[in-house]
T-cell receptor, first 112, second 112 residues
Framework: DAKTTQPNSMESNEEEPVHLPCNHS???????IHWYRQLPSQGPEYVIH?????VNNRMASLAIAEDRKSSTLILHRATLRDAAVYYC????WGSGTYKYIFGTGTRLKVLA | DAGVIQSPRHEVTEMGQEVTLRCKPI?????LFWYRQTMMRGLELLIY????????DSGMPEDRFSAKMPNASFSTLKIQPSEPRDSAVYFC??????????FGNGTRLTVT
């Protein structure tokens, strides 16, 4: 079962920053926090991941709370192409390998 | 690399028929995942493999569903007999052992 909770939907204006929150209060010490997004009619695509420290890449930034029970995906300047469903998931270890359980995600609407 | 390749992209079949979905993971990826996506249930993990061995099939909804991975470059998901409630988009994803998932474009299955 999904171990993350996210708001169902959010809106943002184009060219403004977007902060997408995620709660994962039952996270274990070895679980990595992953973010994926799904554009319309496509499969999910990887955005960013982290364990304890904040992370930056060309797509986004990931801010992780000190107790690791929550995280925030930051899109620095939203564009219309960023309209998608964003999933926060925990990469879990078990049975000798990793698995990824998706929750319901946050549908981001970007307004022109 | 061409990415994860799924076939067919669309499948329309009648109730009771056998359906086989195919997936070619990215070369060198040793983990493979099958997901099903519907509006009602979101993205569900059906089964996953590590080094061609099924690790956890607890997400497979019924005995009508079966999956195989005969070698590192090919996997199938079979539904026999198919039912209208199996209509969904089925995604295959692969990963090089703990690294982020790479998804295919999915197979949209319609069972009439």
């Amino acid at each position: 079962d999904a171990k993350t909770t996210q708001p169902n939907s959010m809106e943002s204006n184009e060219e403004e920053p977007v902060h997408l929150p995620c709660n994962h209060s039952t996270i274990s010490g070895t679980d990595y926090i992953h973010w994926y997004r799904q554009l319309p009619s496509q499969g999910p695509e990887y955005v960013i991941h982290g364990l304890t420290s904040n992370v930056n890449n060309r797509m986004a930034s990931l801010a992780i709370a000190e107790d690791r029970k929550s995280s925030t995906l930051i899109l620095h300047r939203a564009t219309l192409r960023d309209a998608a469903v964003y999933y926060c998931i925990l990469r879990e270890w078990g049975s000798g390998t990793y698995k990824y359980i998706f929750g319901t995600g946050t549908r981001l609407k970007v307004l022109a | 690399d061409a990415g994860v390749i799924q076939s067919p992209r669309h499948e329309v079949t009648e109730m009771g028929q056998e359906v086989t979905l195919r997936c070619k993971p990215i070369s060198g990826h040793n983990s493979l995942f099958w997901y099903r996506q519907t509006m009602m249930r979101g993205l569900e993990l059906l089964i996953y493999f590590n080094n061609n061995v099924p690790i956890d099939d607890s997400g497979m909804p019924e005995d009508r569903f079966s999956a195989k991975m005969p070698n590192a470059s090919f996997s199938t998901l079979k539904i026999q007999p198919s039912e209208p409630r199996d209509s969904a988009v089925y995604f295959c994803a692969s990963s090089p052992g703990g690294s982020p998932l790479h998804f295919g474009n999915g197979t949209r299955l319609t069972v009439t």
